[in-house]
């Protein structure tokens, strides 16, 4: 965890599930608010750099596209309200259709997308993307570790929990 902003507002997180993980808390959605806020830790988490690297990666601020545009807001909504609405799982063959997605991608490819005007014009949250400087000193370490996430989940055939909180 990189801890550049104040631990205050909407944190995107991620959690890596095996089969057997998946199974209990497709049984019992009680289970989520457990697995997201509880144990050792998120196994990911992107801070507030979320909306801004899916942005990047979707081309739209709130929607999802297939593949990488589905790695932060893709999946399908699970039990109730674990801070900025339901978690969200996504299972194995999503996982790696998104791994796939993401492979290709590089910071580079990010950066020529990175358009400060755009960034404020869709309202991405939070309001601070007006100068380059915070894509190299925010998004792109956030995203090499979202990258780095799913193509570990992806390799180990695990699912994934998502949540902002």
């Known amino acids: 965890m990189r801890g550049i902003l104040p631990a205050m507002g909407m944190i995107f ?5 095996d089969a057997a993980e998946q199974q209990r808390l497709l049984a019992d959605h ?23 690297i899916h942005y990047l990666l979707a081309g739209e601020a709130w929607e999802t596209t297939a593949g990488a545009g589905e790695a932060i807001l ?14 969200r799982l996504l299972g194995p063959e999503q996982v790696r259709a998104i791994a796939a997605g993401l492979e290709p991608v590089t910071v580079e490819t990010l950066r020529s997308r990175y358009d400060t005007a755009a960034l404020g014009a869709a309202h991405v949250y939070p309001d601070i ?28 055939g695990q699912a994934v929990l998502l949540a902002v909180v």
Do not use: N
């Open 13 to 17: 997180v991620g959690r890596r599930l």
């Open 30 to 52: 009680s289970l989520t608010a457990d697995l997201v806020h509880g144990g050792s830790g998120p196994d990911l988490d992107l801070d507030k750099a979320w909306h801004a």
């Open 74 to 87: 893709g999946g399908e909504p699970l039990g109730s309200e674990v801070g900025y609405g339901p978690a």
């Open 129 to 156: 993307w007006d100068d380059d400087e915070e894509f190299d000193t925010y998004l792109a370490p956030y995203f090499d570790e979202l990258r780095s996430f799913y193509l570990a989940a992806a390799g180990a």
